[in-house]
């Protein structure tokens, strides 16, 4: 075994093993710590490695949260079927955003409002429909019944987020050794050479932004069974798709660990402004703060945490 | 449908639409000149509203009065930003520019959010309560007053760009950067007064509409897509675009308003963004698609 294989299932077993020494407390901060980095590490596939910047990633985990939630209160549907129908929403919406952006050209800027303007109708659409419960939004009564998806203990959800933030790392790990993760990372960097060597980068990015939206739609039904309410301003809104992007942008998009290592950096922070500041007049701070990151890691690490981590580390050594 | 109803929202869409007009002249200013997409945009002139806000609450100054100093204070925020942040990267990726934008748009947001907390405010003005009437349909005096001003505005900014020397040094700049840099025209120079006109154009909207439209901090993300909508309308770049894209659009969101219901304003806009990205890009007027 090598030594970074070593390492991870080391760190694997540490997080396993971590809740029995936790508080309840800390146990939620780490939920909100893999639950996050999952989302940031779905994103990374089209955002991170296919290098299409969406800022609209909210409504993928919005549809999800709504199509499993509905599934289940009118149809008696479990979500752990739900979050797949979910994630299948929310991938044929990924899909119709990408063919429209990808079909018509649409890069950097350009696609970056398409997939706003896509989130925005969304939420719109969820607020003016009473069928889904309009601008109050859906509640979920507690029964804390596995089958529904809901546990009396916190450290259920501990696991269950763990294992979603591990099958998302293990996916994109896939997804960089094989040829698909080159051509990703080639299409990035420079898509017009890449399309000239005969490479189908909208075949490659349809399939980047499938994927990414599955996965995200998934989430949605872990965000609708963890927290119990899915009001269209939180679960479509601008704020959340800004969460899920800045995670991997600060921990070093289109890196396996990138996600990973900004939501350890940044959902304890957004954790302790929502305990601390959420009540009075100061919470928009930890957005305040996101927001001069986002700056400083453009000015001075564009690569992200991770990289710049890894050569610190690599200088260390020699 | 009551023909005279149609005629109102036709007429205030009209009215609004000068409003819209220097918003987006604003923005495809520091388009055309740094090929950057001010994503702060919106957020900029909900500052410009507050800060009407904050000179009519405390000084007594009328928004029609103080605009010209919200307009200063945003010049220079636009300047600071340039000068600071924008300069650094305007030769980066474009996902970069993005990025960094989107961060100035969150500081900027949230800092209003923290600073005047989440609920509207509406600025008092003297001209709000009177009204004049045109034939059948009745007119606000504080919309026409805005109107005027902001058409007022974008005419002189107009002027600027053409009769001055530092106008031509812009326009030079945003045809050929390189080509003014040659001739000696200090760019970075130029690129901070593009970047704090910009500024200072949506700075003075906001305080112009400011008694007209409640604001409230979250109100950026819409302001700042109803200028991206105007200037890829009237193509990014394209002065006389965005002043006729201004215009048209608002004409469009208050058609949506009287057949839809009111809240479905966002949704016709945001559509009428999709629609536009994808079928004109390049806009009615721009020059090029990007």
Known sequence: MTAPRLAAVAAVLVLAALPSVLSSYAVTVFIFIFFYAYLGQAWNIVGGYAGQLSAGHAAFVGLGAYASAMLSARLGLTPWIGMLVGGALAAALGALIGFLGFRFGLRGFYFVLLTVAFAEICRIVALNTEAVGGALGLYITFTGDPRHFQFQDNRMYYYVALALMLVATGIVAAIERRRFGEYLKAIREDENACEALGVNTFKYKMLAMVVSSFLTGVGGTFYAYYLFSLQPNAVFGIPLSVEIVIRPIVGGAGTVLGPILGSFILSPLGEVSRVYLSQGSWSGLHLVVYGVLLVLVVLFLPEGAYPAARRLLARRAR | ?290
């Open chain 2, 1 to 290: 449908m009551d023909l005279t109803l149609v005629g109102q929202g036709l007429l205030s869409g009209l009215l609004f639409g000068g409003v819209y007009s220097l918003m987006a002249v604003g923005l495809t200013l520091i388009f055309g000149v740094m090929r950057v997409v001010n994503f702060a945009h919106g957020d900029m002139m909900v500052w410009g509203m507050y800060l009407a806000w904050l000179l009519a609450t405390r000084a007594g100054l009328d928004p029609y009065l103080g605009f010209p100093l919200c307009a200063l204070a945003l010049f220079a925020l636009g300047w600071a930003v340039q000068r600071g942040l924008v300069h650094r990267i305007v030769d980066a990726p474009h996902e970069m520019q993005i990025l960094l934008m989107l961060g100035v748009a969150l500081v900027l947001e949230n800092a209003a959010l923290v600073a005047f907390g989440p609920d509207p405010q509406r600025v008092r003005s003297e001209l709000r309560s009177a009204t004049v009437w045109l034939g059948p349909l009745f007119v606000d005096v504080a919309r026409l007053v805005t109107f005027g001003v902001a058409l007022t505005l974008t005419v002189a900014l107009w002027l600027f760009l053409a009769r001055t020397d530092l106008g031509r040094r812009i326009r030079a700049a945003s045809d050929n950067p390189y080509g003014a840099l040659v001739i000696g025209t200090d760019v970075a120079r130029v690129y901070a007064v593009a970047f704090g006109i910009g500024a200072a154009c949506v700075g003075a909207a906001g305080a112009l509409v400011s008694p007209i439209l409640p604001f409230q901090p979250a109100g950026g993300l819409s302001l700042s897509v109803a200028s991206f909508n105007i200037v890829i309308i009237g193509g990014m770049g394209s002065l006389l675009g965005a002043f006729v894209g201004g215009l048209l659009v608002s004409l469009a969101e208050s058609l949506g308003a009287v057949f839809l219901a009111p809240s479905m304003k966002e949704l016709v806009s945001f559509s009428l963004l999709i629609v536009i990205l994808l079928f004109r890009p390049a806009g009615l007027f721009g020059k090029r698609a990007t």
